[in-house]
């Protein structure tokens, strides 16, 4: 379950707001993704851990790319995602 979000922008495309952040077809590829997380109960396979150790404890950033541009950046502790954020690619 999604217990915090690091941006409002985030937050907003969550709760089906428009966000200047992301086109629209963005935000629907991105709120697919964040209650997908929003619902997991343990870390998935799927999601890349920030840190490259292919890990997946507690405690940890990971990210969900869900395009060439975006992702989905989070920590991962006791079955909880904390600092939910959408960042680019840098």
Request: net charge neutral.
């Given at each position: 379950?999604?217990r915090?979000?690091?941006?409002k922008e ?8 428009k966000s200047?952040l992301?086109s629209?077809e963005?935000?629907r590829?991105?709120l ?8 997991s ?8 851990p ?8 507690d405690g940890?950033r ?5 395009s060439?541009?975006?992702?989905i950046?989070?920590?991962w502790r006791d079955?909880h995602a904390?600092d939910v ?6």
């Amino acid at each position: 379950m999604i217990r915090s979000f690091k941006s409002k922008e985030t937050e907003k495309i969550f709760s089906r707001q428009k966000s200047a952040l992301l086109s629209e077809e963005m935000q629907r590829l991105a709120l697919r993704e964040l209650r997908v997380l929003d619902q997991s109960l343990v870390a998935k396979e799927s999601w890349v851990p920030a840190n490259g150790n292919g890990t997946h404890g507690d405690g940890r950033r990971y990210i969900i790319p869900f395009s060439d541009q975006w992702r989905i950046a989070f920590e991962w502790r006791d079955g909880h995602a904390y600092d939910v954020d959408i960042v680019g690619e840098t």
